[in-house]
């Protein structure tokens, strides 16, 4: 059964702080990984990663993979209480598995103090 | 273009009651997924509808199904509710070609339906 294991569960900072969120995953096949950020119901989504060793950046965020060792991280700098969240991770399956079934973590959650 | 819409946003229900809730793809996507999201947890995969018809399907039972229209909207009925139903239940659209490939497109999630089962 594929796996994701999110750490730490909860976090809090400081605006200006930079946070580094964990994710490490056990898939059968393996095709992506994504990163959502969850504040009030709807999860929005923020990178897909498929590929090892190459940063997807987006302002403030960063993120990065390493299917060698089966991890990625997310990283938040210079935070702002505009990031306080839950940061979901999940990975995707590969083709010819349901397109839309996503393995979630449990969420880590992101306070971010003024 | 407008997003995933879903209703009701909140409901109780009592045990043993029958829920539908209903969700409406973003615009352009044809693929629906559903995901149970219990307090302090990530979202747990339910089922995906394409094509009007269940394409996968997690570790839920029998009394969790649902259905998708021409349109591509779609319902999630749970039948014989229990209190552990008790969740915010995720509806996530995206589109999947012809080929059946998903390409690189990713989920879209709407608000969610809050359920609460006394």
Request: hydrophobic share 30%; net charge neutral; aromatic share 10%.
């Amino acid at each position: 059964e594929d796996k994701v294991v999110q750490s730490p569960l909860s976090l809090v900072v400081h605006e200006g702080d930079t946070v580094t969120l964990n994710c490490s995953y056990e898939v059968t096949n393996f095709r992506s990984l994504l990163w959502y950020k969850q504040e009030k119901k709807a999860p929005t989504f923020l990178f897909m990663l498929t590929s090892s060793g190459i940063e997807k950046k987006s302002g403030r965020l960063s993120s990065i993979l390493d299917k060698k060792e089966l991890f990625s991280i997310l990283n938040i700098t210079a935070t702002q209480t505009g990031d306080s969240a839950v940061y979901l991770c999940a990975v995707r399956p590969a083709p010819g598995t349901s397109y839309g079934k996503l393995t979630f973590g449990q969420g880590t959650i992101l306070t971010v103090h003024p | 273009e407008t997003g995933v819409t879903q209703s009701p946003t909140h409901l109780i229900k009592t045990r043993g009651q029958q829920v539908t809730l209903r969700c409406s793809s973003q615009s352009g996507h044809n693929t629906v997924s559903w995901y149970q999201q219990a307090l302090g947890q990530g979202p747990q995969f339910i089922f995906q509808y394409y094509r009007e018809e269940e394409n996968g399907r997690g570790n839920f039972p029998p009394r969790f199904s649902g259905l998708q229209f021409p349109n591509y909207s779609s319902e999630l009925n749970v039948n014989a509710l229990e209190l552990d139903d008790s969740a915010l239940y995720l509806c996530a659209s995206s589109l999947v070609s012809s080929g059946g490939s998903s390409g690189a497109n990713v989920l879209t999630f709407g608000a969610g339906s809050r359920l609460t089962v006394l």
